[in-house]
């Protein structure tokens, strides 16, 4: 389907370099495109989809100027970065951050400490001729047992390689894949259908395939390489990338957890070597478990974009809460475009109490207790939009609901405020594995923060392994000392008249 029907009008041109980083010189490395707005406000998310897909690099990083944050000693510069794929909007780049910075390094607008504002969280960089950026907190997501068609899509058969295959995440989820040793890494074919398959449906970014070197192997730098590193991301239409900064991150948190590697210090890996456009990532370990990665990066071209600027149309927003450059409201509504669908997240409207019951009604036959639901369309209807005990968001594709969340408020005496309770929240299963039920579920969260809740729970069913799954990865926390306790109508009614 076309990307856009609305009526283009002029936009002011944009400047933009061509910077490959994790490279010191012109051509090697991983490329990222780096478009600079100043202290211009974001354009429309389909523009920015466009200009991704018309530079064709695996990521190009949009750049707004916001302040420098002062200190008693020092000023620290600030920058807020979106990026996006030809394909879909990314929380974080690794290459393209290390890009961004040394390009802002080389035209003299950052330098040492700088805070990089990303929809992954805030990122500390220290830019300067190598920069180093801090990665969000790793951690082991989970570990698969089932390796089989993981190893069959690369063309190997699954042997004991004494590591496991886990998902690591640094920003992004990544299935770290262990490979006996160089030659065999180098040799892989892919089968890039099913890396896409298996990549999808384990929520991850990329098979980030390693194989540890059997001898000390120095690089320029004199640096001993601590592993070497292929990356294959096809269902973000990647096939393969020469040099990923989030993913050797995750790695670097693997082998440490693992024991191949100290709990602190610095470490290199080499990536891009088949391709030929050989990148060398640096890693660090602080003291404190923080792992920081980086390098050196080459700036190769640089222009100007004649793009035009695709209206908002005013009734959904295009914009996540917080990175708006205004910082405005927008209604409760967010919208995530991609070259392949429209998501967008709405409230839903008083007329649309059937459709609530038909979710209700869904996620109950999904949940293996369909014969319990005795909601009716009325009762839904004075509830939720007389009453307003409760709210309901919608998740639509292209206009068509295929979700909803419906939570209302409770109240913490420990904390002294208020939280937000999600009572429901249901993905139809044929629209799973695209990111929707990750979307919907932080679009709650930043409902949470802006309404000044204390925290927001929920509760799971425990056979419901991929939800689990889910709500690890975004740091929540099981309640095991706790148990419901519930009154059904007839037992409240019994107890309230003994």
Not at 60 to 84: E, G, L
Not at 159 to 165: R, T
Not at 282 to 309: C, H, K
Request: net charge negative.
């Amino acid at each position: 389907m076309p990307l856009c029907t609305e009526t283009l009008t002029p936009h002011t041109t944009m400047k933009y370099y061509i910077v490959d980083a994790f490279t010191d010189r012109p051509f090697g490395g991983n490329t990222a495109g780096v478009v600079l707005l100043g202290d211009e406000p974001f354009p429309d998310e389909r523009l920015m989809l466009q200009v991704a897909a018309e530079l064709r690099y695996s990521e190009t990083a949009f750049v707004r100027f916001t302040h420098a944050i002062t200190h008693s000693h020092n000023n620290t510069f600030k920058a807020h970065v979106r990026y996006f794929t030809p394909k879909a909007e990314v929380e974080l780049c690794g290459h393209a951050t290390v890009a961004t910075f040394a390009l802002l390094h080389r035209l003299g607008q950052a330098e040492g400490r700088c805070l990089c504002h990303t929809l992954a969280g805030d990122l500390m960089i220290d830019a300067g001729e190598r920069v180093m950026m801090q990665m969000a907190t790793p951690r082991i997501v989970e570990a698969v047992a089932d390796t089989k068609e993981i190893y069959k899509a690369l063309g190997l058969n699954p042997s004991n390689f004494n590591l496991p295959v886990q998902i690591a995440y640094a920003g992004l989820k990544d299935l770290m894949i262990p490979v006996p040793d160089v030659e065999t890494l180098n040799a892989l074919q892919p089968d890039m259908e099913a890396v896409a398959t298996i990549t999808k449906a384990h929520d991850a970014c990329s098979f980030h395939v390693f194989a540890l070197p059997t001898q000390t192997i120095k690089h320029s730098s004199n640096q001993a390489i601590t592993a070497f590193v292929r990356d294959f991301a096809p269902f973000y239409d990647i096939p393969e990338e020469s040099a990923t900064g989030t993913a050797n991150a995750a790695l670097t948190h693997y082998l440490a957890v693992n024991g191949i590697i100290p709990p602190q210090g610095d470490f290199a890996f080499l990536q891009g070597e088949t391709m030929g456009r050989p990148s060398v990532v640096a890693t660090r370990i602080a003291p404190d478990g923080t792992v920081y990665v980086g390098g050196t990066a080459a700036i190769v071209a640089e222009g100007e974009l004649f793009a035009a600027s695709i209206p908002n149309t005013g009734n959904t927003a295009a914009t996540l809460p917080g990175s708006s450059p205004c910082g405005e409201k927008k209604q409760g509504s967010k919208r995530v475009m991609t070259m392949e669908s429209q998501f967008n997240i709405r409230p839903a409207r008083p007329d649309e109490a059937g459709l609530v019951l038909e979710f209700i009604k869904k996620l109950a036959s999904y949940e293996k207790c369909a014969d319990e639901v005795i909601a009716d369309e009325a009762t839904l209807h004075h509830s939720l939009f007389v009453e307003r005990s409760a709210e309901v968001l919608f998740a639509e594709e292209d206009g068509v609901a295929i979700g909803f969340a419906l939570f209302f408020h409770n109240f913490s005496t420990f904390v002294g405020r208020k939280g937000l309770y999600l009572e429901d929240l249901f993905i139809l299963p044929e629209k799973r594995g695209r990111g929707y039920g990750k979307a919907l579920l932080k679009h709650l969260a930043q409902m949470a923060v802006e309404r000044h809740c204390g925290r927001m729970e929920w509760i799971c069913l425990d056979w419901n392994q991929p939800a689990l799954n889910v709500y690890r990865s975004i740091g929540a926390i099981p309640m095991d000392e706790w148990t419901v306790q519930r009154l059904d109508e007839s037992s409240l009614e019994q107890f309230a008249n003994c």
